[in-house]
């Protein structure tokens, strides 16, 4: 989904409902990669309103009007990240936990199904994000090091680490078969 | 040596060229491939109607003075030449008595040296000192300014006919 240019525009000109239109376009994508990510809908919801609310404040910062949809969804990144930094503390499955899931945790439909919605599901919320910016959004391993305040290093090993995992328990299914 | 996931995603001819000819390298492509199109096939979910709410509260309004700015202007403009023009003719009207009040002091110096008789010039003098009367009553510029002029036109009548009576 990507929102139109001359939508864009329209927006910076000051035109009311091209903002109703733009949030009605954008809003369940943004939406939706927040709650994957967090796993909460009253928190994805207000990330993703601020992210809006961000966007349409600062919009004439915004040089490429093309360029838009990646610019918000990398505002809701970047304050998806600032939550899960704020909430850490609280967060008790960790990436050491998640290391030591075994095939037999897993259901085995779903991995046919959705690969990325079960690799998603085993995930601390920080890696969900990582694994999400990598594979889906296709950024760089410098590009989630600004995101993330880590190391590429440490997103490098958390991608090769999960993919690595997917790839064990897929041959694993295909050895039983 | 394999490509790294990230050499895989974003490859160059050198990784291209290595992945053509590598079934594992392939192999985790297709599996980084399928990862990305699963995310398109994933379940879109939609916020609640009251997120738009808050949303719609911080959007930016739109400058309205366009409607407005262009008749301000011209008002503003109106006013500021309004006020020049009165000002400056305030003050060259300003000028304009004082010369006209100078010009009144000599002809009546010229007339007190001359020590006329009264007689000569009574008539006149009752005509200056009602001038002198308004004078002090009026409060216009221009007024005042016809005034000192009739003022000025009666001394020099004086001076002109007392003149004419000693040339003869």
Not at chain 2, 48 to 63: N, T
């Amino acid at each position: 989904m990507i929102v139109n240019e001359h939508l864009v525009i329209a927006m910076k000109e000051g035109n009311e409902q091209s903002f109703s239109s733009c949030y009605k376009q954008l809003s369940p994508l943004i939406y939706s990669i927040v709650f994957r990510i967090c796993g909460r809908s009253a928190i994805a919801e207000e990330i993703m309103q601020d992210s809006f609310i961000q966007a349409f404040t600062s919009l004439p910062q915004l040089k490429d009007n093309k360029h838009f949809t990646p610019w918000i969804k990398r505002i809701a990144f970047n304050k998806t990240m600032t939550h899960l930094n704020k909430i850490k503390h609280e967060v008790a499955a960790t990436d050491e936990h998640l290391g030591s899931l075994k095939s037999d945790d897993l259901d085995g439909t779903l991995i046919h199904q959705n690969q990325l919605a079960f690799l998603m599901g085993h995930l601390s919320a920080e890696a969900k994000l990582i694994i999400w910016l990598f594979i889906v959004e296709g950024y760089s391993h410098k590009e989630i090091a600004v995101i993330t305040n880590k190391t590429q290093s440490y997103s490098k090993s958390i991608v090769s680490r999960n993919l690595e995992k997917l790839r064990n328990i897929e041959k694993g299914e295909n050895n039983a078969l | 040596m394999h490509c790294s996931d990230e050499e895989l995603l974003h490859s160059d001819t050198e990784a291209q060229l290595h992945i053509e000819s590598c079934k594992d390298c392939q192999q985790r492509l297709l599996q980084l491939q399928m990862l990305k199109a699963d995310a398109e096939s994933l379940t879109e979910y939609q916020p609640s109607d009251f997120a738009w709410i808050r949303v719609k509260a911080s959007i930016p309004q739109k400058k309205k003075r366009h409607a407005f700015m262009f008749p301000l202007s011209i008002a503003a403009s109106v006013i500021v030449t309004v006020t020049l023009t009165l000002f400056i003719n305030n003050k060259w009207q300003d000028h304009n008595i004082e010369q006209l009040v100078a010009t009144s002091n000599a002809y009546e110096q010229q007339l007190v040296s001359m020590q006329l008789p009264s007689a000569l010039v009574g008539n006149n003098l009752w005509e200056i000192s009602q001038i002198d009367i308004q004078l002090n009553l009026e409060q216009s510029k221009r007024s005042q300014k016809k005034l000192w002029q009739k003022r000025n036109a009666t001394l020099k009548q004086v001076l002109a006919t007392t003149f004419n009576n000693e040339i003869i």
